[in-house]
Antibody, heavy 118, light 107 residues
């Protein structure tokens, strides 16, 4: 059974960089069958796709966030990570890491609430 | 971006009722449409993929239909554990986008 777990600071100051890591267990992140994604959900609101990374390192970022987002992969640790720079209060959200089998997201992390506040 | 519009935004129904949610895409997405269930405080869970395929382990009371721009999600007999918010999602074009959600409550 594949499991994903987000980790990282829960509180980030405005203008700083939000950094999260997703650790994957029960399966290899190096499998060419999947894309590894980040999705966020502001409190009480809907879901927004941030972007994904393939095991080869190729990425896709949502154009709405592209200038501020970097997603990296570390196959040796079976982890991938999210960096979101120059954050504001609007970036306060539950951040999910997820496995995308290219047709649907079939496994999600439990999510982590990151609050942007001074 | 492809806009996904769900209706209704909220819905109250009784146990045993047939419940239907619709999702409209702003352009033709063929059948590249998924449905997710999100219970409070939990991550979404995939229920239906490719518009009408039931994900493994999902009860058969859930179903989906449609193609092109208009899609329907149905619960044939509402159960208490179905209380959740339901989202459609298109994966025809990047960035993948979600509907705004339909919050389902028990009457």
């Amino acid at each position: 059974q594949v499991q994903l777990q987000e980790s990282g600071p829960r509180l980030v100051k405005p203008s700083q960089t939000l950094s999260l890591t997703c650790t994957v267990s029960g399966g290899s992140i190096s499998s060419g069958d999947y894309y590894w994604s980040w999705i966020r959900q502001p409190p009480g609101k809907g879901l927004e796709w941030i972007g994904y990374i393939y095991y080869s390192g190729s990425t896709y970022y949502n154009p709405s966030l592209k200038s501020r987002v970097t997603i990296l992969i570390d196959t040796s640790k079976n982890q991938f990570s999210l960096n979101l720079s120059s954050v504001t209060a609007a970036d306060t959200a539950v951040y999910y890491c997820a496995r995308d089998r290219s047709t649907a997201v079939d496994y999600w992390g439990q999510g982590t609430l990151v609050t942007v506040s001074s | 971006d492809i806009q996904m519009t769900q209706s209704p935004s909220s819905l109250s129904a009784s146990v045993g009722d047939r419940v239907t949610i619709t999702c409209q895409a702003s352009q033709d997405i063929t059948n590249y449409l998924n449905w997710y269930q999100q219970k409070p405080g939990k991550a979404p869970q995939l229920l239906i993929y490719d518009a009408y395929n039931l994900e493994m382990g999902v009860p058969s009371r859930f179903s989906g239909s449609g193609s092109g721009t208009d899609f329907t999600f149905t619960i044939s007999s509402l159960q208490p554990e179905d209380i959740a918010t339901y989202y459609c999602q298109q994966y025809d074009n990047l960035p993948y986008t979600f509907g705004q959600g339909t919050k389902l409550e028990i009457k």
